[in-house]
């Protein structure tokens, strides 16, 4: 078995020796504390398989001692010893946000029953989170396989390449039109610094959804790299492209933005095609692109460019 290490907070000297002298019977390992402050200043720096803490006090204030401990990124369940009346106890529990409680009278058996299963929960919760990850390495390893990027399902930029590659000569071939656009979240570097991973992931899949049901069958969108997203656009000319990516720009410009940190989303979406050029080459389509996007930005963002007509 693990090492485990329990955080006990209470403030009456006897009641946390008797509790503390229960729980290394077992061969636990226990952290005690009198203070608030102490227990906050220890969860910065360990991680403990549990918390119990004395719930019928005035000293700090439940709800948001559970907050703080359930803020760490790992599972930490939380025990709360309440009062004897079952029905005050219930309600102290039910406004807490903590995973269980125990009554006084804390009788050592059911004690050490209770922290057991608890200590069993978070083991099994571990494990759990431990198989999905590997899961989903498995997941992404595949998708990238098949030339897809994991958490927008856009082809990625290698197989973006290839794809525009025979776009091209079929379109230098049947002398048909072709575009591409590249939009890029404005401002993502700071919008990534007041986001959580899950959080950013999230908002990267939701504007890749609005642009996903606003472009045709016929159109292929590449995630590119860190907030870019590439379309090819078979069949289309400049112009269209320019209305295409108007549209995408103003629908995201609607999109309400899950985390409160984050007040509105726009784009800079820079345009080019193919031209008359015979002889134009996947780099050069891509460059002009990059231009006009590089245009867009330093003109203020949340536009459409297309490149200087030379």
């Known amino acids: 078995m693990p090492d485990e290490r329990i955080f006990l907070l209470h403030s009456d000297n006897s009641e946390r020796s008797k509790l503390s002298h229960f729980l290394e019977s077992t061969g636990l390992t226990v952290s005690k504390f009198a203070r608030l402050k102490e227990l906050s200043d220890e969860l910065k720096l360990k991680i403990p398989s549990l918390v119990i803490l004395r719930a019928d006090t005035k000293e700090y204030n439940i709800p948001q001692v559970v907050r703080e401990i359930k803020s760490s990124p790992d599972y930490i369940p939380v025990l709360l010893i309440c009062p004897a009346a079952e029905s005050e ?4 529990f039910s406004s807490s946000g903590a995973d269980s409680f125990i009554t ?8 050490i029953s209770q922290v057991n299963l608890m200590l ?5 919760k571990s494990e759990v989170t431990s198989l999905r990850d590997e899961v989903n390495k498995l997941k992404i390893f ?3 396989a098949q030339g897809m990027e994991p958490i927008t399902n856009f082809y990625n930029f290698e197989f973006f390449k290839k ?7 079929r379109a230098q071939r049947y002398n048909f039109p072709l575009s591409i656009m590249v939009c890029f979240i404005d401002n993502y570097g700071e919008i990534c610094e007041k986001l959580k991973e899950s959080e950013k992931n999230s908002l990267i899949l939701n504007i890749s959804m609005l642009i996903r049901q606003n472009i045709r069958d016929l159109d292929i969108p590449v995630y590119y790299k860190e907030g870019h997203i ?12 320019v209305t295409l990516a108007e549209r995408i720009r103003t629908k995201v410009i609607g999109y309400k933005p899950e985390s409160e940190a984050i007040k509105r989303i726009t ?7 193919r031209g008359r050029s015979e002889n134009i080459s996947f780099f050069d389509m891509c460059k ?8 867009a930005i330093k003109d203020g963002g949340n536009r459409v460019a297309i490149p200087d007509l030379t």
């Open 230 to 241: 590439m379309i090819v656009m078979p069949h289309t000319s400049i112009e269209g492209a």
């Open 267 to 273: 784009l800079s979406i820079g345009v080019a095609d």
């Open 89 to 92: 106890a219930e309600k102290i």
């Open 104 to 111: 006084l009278p804390i009788r050592r058996t059911a004690f």
């Open 142 to 144: 595949l998708t990238k």
């Open 163 to 169: 794809i525009l590659s025979i776009e091209l000569k």
């Open 288 to 295: 002009g692109a990059l231009l006009s996007l590089e245009k």
């Open 120 to 124: 069993d929960i978070r083991r099994l």
